[in-house]
């Protein structure tokens, strides 16, 4: 009997034992392929990574131009805020002519012309710096300047002079210009009367005039810098009532076409305002987009470069941005016009987001 027992105990000793060994082999398999599946996954978790990484250097080296690009733009963007425009000209004969000012990008062809003793027609939208162009030039080549605008009721005696009651000859810009040398700057030509051209357009030919007081011969030094909003056809669209100008009038000059600059605008418009940056930016966005939309459409609208630049001054002066657009930018317009333009959908008329502009030119 107790045989018996001794064997029921050592068999279910050796079944325990049996019993351990297995949960053993288990648990240390059980470990083994945990170890194994934290390795794989860690493997899988490196790859992971390295793949990311990867993706992320081969994106970062597929953008790395256009980020130096536009790091580029920016810097000159700043530079140019910061330096003043420098222009330098080499006419033949001449030390080379520089012009430290904000002036258009058209100066050099127009120094090209006048050094050539051609007389220049410059045609451009309103606004673009036509004007201050001639003086420029002027001032380039050390002509003296003068200046008359005209209209459809200038009188020929604004441009040729007149005796008064008590016989003094009163002379005028044109007739200093073209006896004694210099720039004659004749504002809108395409709005002049039409006899009144003719007979400019005889002294350009001749080179000879009849004044009051008679007949003189223009100065070697003579230059004449016309302005128009038109190429002497007629009115279009937006310049209504511009006068159709004779061809033989129109032959007599060199015409350049005077587009709006816009690195030249956005400069203008920057220092108007010099504390109030961002709005100005923002201020420009906001006119160049009604510009683009009116071209667009055809409307016989008007956003040109003064818009901006004057804006910019009442922004310097305290005027909000919706001020400025109300008075300078929007005024007038008619309930069709604001429709076409956008300016009555939701979040239009108030302060523009700021952005700066896309480009210079």
Same mark, same amino acid.
């Given at each position: 009997?107790?045989?018996?027992?001794?064997?029921? /105990?050592?068999? =279910? !000793? $050796?079944? #325990?034992?049996? *019993?351990?060994?297995?949960?053993? @082999?288990?648990?240390? +398999?059980? &470990?083994?392929?945990? /170890?194994?599946? =934290? !390795? $794989?996954? #860690?493997?899988? *978790?490196?790859?992971?990574?390295? @793949?990311?990484?990867? +993706?992320? &250097?081969?994106?970062?080296?597929?953008?790395?131009?256009?980020?130096?690009?536009?790091?580029?733009?920016?810097?000159?963007?700043?530079?140019?805020?910061?330096?003043?425009?420098?222009?330098?000209v080499s006419l033949p004969g001449r030390r080379p002519v520089r012009v430290r000012a904000a002036t258009h990008r058209a100066l050099p062809e127009l120094l090209t012309?006048?050094?050539?003793?051609?007389?220049?027609?410059?045609?451009?939208?309103?606004?673009?710096?036509?004007?201050?162009?001639?003086?420029?030039?002027?001032?380039?080549?050390?002509?003296?300047?003068?200046?008359?605008?005209?209209?459809?009721?200038?009188?020929?005696?604004?441009?040729?002079?007149?005796?008064?009651?008590?016989?003094?000859?009163?002379?005028?810009?044109f007739r200093r210009a073209f006896e004694h040398g210099g720039l004659m700057l004749l504002d809108e030509l395409d709005n002049g009367h039409p006899g009144l051209l003719?007979?400019?357009?005889?002294?350009?030919?001749?080179?000879?005039?009849?004044?009051?007081?008679g007949m003189v011969t223009a100065h070697e030094d003579f230059r004449l810098v016309a302005t128009g909003n038109t190429y002497g056809h007629g009115g279009d669209h937006?310049?209504?009532?511009?006068?159709?100008?004779?061809?033989?009038?129109?032959?007599?000059?060199?015409?350049?076409?005077?587009?709006?600059?816009?690195?030249?605008?956005?400069?203008?418009?920057?220092?108007?305002?010099?504390?109030?940056?961002?709005?100005?930016?923002?201020?420009?966005?906001?006119?160049?987009?009604?510009?683009?939309?009116?071209?667009?459409?055809?409307?016989?609208?008007?956003?040109?470069?003064?818009?901006?630049?004057?804006?910019?001054?009442?922004?310097?002066?305290?005027?909000?941005?919706?001020?400025?657009?109300?008075?300078?930018?929007?005024?007038?317009?008619?309930?069709?016009?604001?429709?076409?333009?956008?300016?009555?959908?939701?979040?239009?008329?108030?302060?523009?987001?700021?952005?700066?502009?896309?480009?210079?030119?």
């Amino acid at each position: 009997m107790a045989e018996h027992t001794g064997g029921q /105990a050592a068999r =279910a !000793a $050796r079944a #325990a034992v049996e *019993e351990a060994r297995e949960r053993g @082999l288990e648990r240390a +398999a059980a &470990e083994a392929v945990g /170890a194994e599946l =934290a !390795a $794989r996954l #860690a493997e899988h *978790e490196g790859l992971v990574h390295a @793949l990311a990484s990867d +993706a992320t &250097e081969e994106a970062l080296l597929a953008a790395r131009p256009e980020l130096l690009r536009t790091v580029r733009e920016e810097v000159a963007k700043a530079y140019a805020e910061a330096t003043p425009t420098v222009i330098e000209v080499s006419l033949p004969g001449r030390r080379p002519v520089r012009v430290r000012a904000a002036t258009h990008r058209a100066l050099p062809e127009l120094l090209t012309a006048l050094h050539a003793r051609c007389h220049v027609l410059l045609v451009g939208p309103a606004g673009t710096g036509k004007s201050m162009l001639a003086k420029h030039a002027a001032e380039a080549l050390g002509l003296e300047l003068q200046a008359l605008s005209l209209g459809p009721t200038t009188p020929m005696s604004k441009v040729f002079g007149y005796f008064d009651a008590h016989g003094h000859y009163h002379d005028t810009p044109f007739r200093r210009a073209f006896e004694h040398g210099g720039l004659m700057l004749l504002d809108e030509l395409d709005n002049g009367h039409p006899g009144l051209l003719g007979e400019l357009n005889q002294a350009l030919a001749l080179r000879t005039c009849a004044f009051a007081d008679g007949m003189v011969t223009a100065h070697e030094d003579f230059r004449l810098v016309a302005t128009g909003n038109t190429y002497g056809h007629g009115g279009d669209h937006q310049y209504v009532g511009r006068q159709a100008l004779d061809a033989a009038t129109l032959d007599r000059f060199v015409v350049i076409d005077v587009p709006i600059d816009q690195r030249l605008e956005y400069r203008l418009v920057l220092a108007g305002a010099p504390s109030r940056r961002e709005e100005a930016r923002a201020l420009l966005k906001e006119v160049r987009r009604l510009r683009a939309v009116a071209a667009e459409k055809r409307l016989p609208l008007t956003f040109s470069p003064r818009a901006g630049i004057d804006g910019a001054r009442l922004l310097e002066a305290g005027a909000t941005v919706a001020q400025v657009l109300a008075w300078r930018v929007t005024r007038g317009l008619s309930a069709a016009h604001r429709s076409a333009l956008g300016l009555d959908a939701p979040g239009r008329g108030r302060e523009p987001q700021d952005a700066r502009p896309e480009s210079f030119g």
